[in-house]
């Protein structure tokens, strides 16, 4: 099931976000695409407060993989943006497969196209594109 939704501003971000999260449970794997500056940290942090975390959300560009415990269920981050064109040893010794692994946890995946070749089916796919002045979300529910 493929939905599009209008992001007009950021409010709408954050309540497709806070929609999303609350449906969440362990084991679910969220990809998040879309250009930067399109909204994906914004969604991710409004995704993470409906999962009850209290720690702020940061962006994880460097740190690749980040982990909030505070939620009702783990949330494991990682942006995959600086994964392309890794060997697949090199990206074991990144964490980025014992990321897939945790199914304890809500696994959300920034820039899954990075590492296309590695990914199993999400639980939900969700792309912001721009659309002229506004920002459109397509989501993809997986069943
Ligand atoms: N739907 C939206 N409409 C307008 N501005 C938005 C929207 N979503 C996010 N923003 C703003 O766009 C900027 C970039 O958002 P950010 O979440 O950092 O993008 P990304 O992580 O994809 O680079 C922020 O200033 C944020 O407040
Ligand atoms: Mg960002």
Not at 8 to 21: I, N
Not at 30 to 55: D, M, N
Not at 72 to 89: G, I, K, M, Q
Request: glycine share 8%; proline share 5%.
């Amino acid at each position: 099931m493929t939905e599009n939704v209008n992001l007009p501003d950021e409010s709408a971000t954050r309540a497709l976000a806070a929609l999303v999260g609350a449906k969440l449970q362990a084991g679910d794997l969220v990809y998040l695409s879309g250009e930067l500056g399109a909204g994906k940290t914004t969604f991710a942090q409004e995704l993470a407060r409906a999962l009850g975390v209290e720690e702020d959300v940061t962006s994880p560009t460097f740190t690749l993989i980040l982990e909030y415990n505070s939620g009702r269920v783990p949330l494991l981050h990682c942006d995959a943006y600086r994964l392309e064109d890794l060997e697949s040893e090199e990206l074991g010794d990144t964490g980025f497969f014992d990321f897939l692994e945790r199914r304890d946890a809500v696994r959300l995946l920034e820039w899954p196209e990075m590492v296309a070749g590695y990914l199993p089916t999400p639980t939900w796919s969700i792309e912001i594109t721009f659309e002229g002045d506004s920002r459109r979300a397509s989501l993809r529910k997986l069943p």
